[in-house]
């Protein structure tokens, strides 16, 4: 049973939008930082954006102005999902995406990082 689940991958036209879902299995209290990365054909895996636990954010130069990494906050103390918006697709960000979660399982337990399972984004020109 995957604890993060990944969704929002697809098809879409160059220039189109997706939102990508990493969301919390009941076995998650919290997560309390998580990053999205990728994966092309014959390439590293690479980190796209990530969102702390205070919310601040960072991206790879390569999506910045386009893709927007957000998370849940809808539950007090407790976020329980991580998004990543991504407008203005191109071709060039066809790849496997990855959610990897810094997460605990109770309150009081120590922290521990987490991958979910990856969806494809393919984008036609």
């Known amino acids: 049973q995957e604890e993060l689940v990944v969704s929002g991958g697809g098809l879409v036209q160059a220039g189109g939008s997706l939102t990508l879902s990493c969301a919390a299995s009941?076995?998650?209290?919290?997560?309390?930082?998580a990053g999205w990365y990728r994966q092309g054909p014959g390439n590293q895996r690479e980190l796209v954006a990530s969102i702390n636990s205070d919310g601040g954010t960072t991206y790879a130069d390569f999506v910045k102005g386009r893709f927007t990494i957000s998370r849940d906050n809808s539950r007090r103390n407790a976020v329980r999902a991580v998004y990543l918006q991504m407008n203005m697709l191109k071709p060039e960000d066809t790849a496997v995406y990855y959610c990897?979660?810094?997460?605990?399982?109770?309150?009081?337990?120590?922290?521990?990082?987490?991958w979910g399972q990856g969806t494809q984004v393919t984008v036609s020109s």
């Open positions: 009941p076995t998650i209290f919290s997560i309390n930082g």
């Open positions: 990897k979660a810094n997460v605990r399982r109770d309150p009081f337990d120590r922290p521990l990082d987490l």
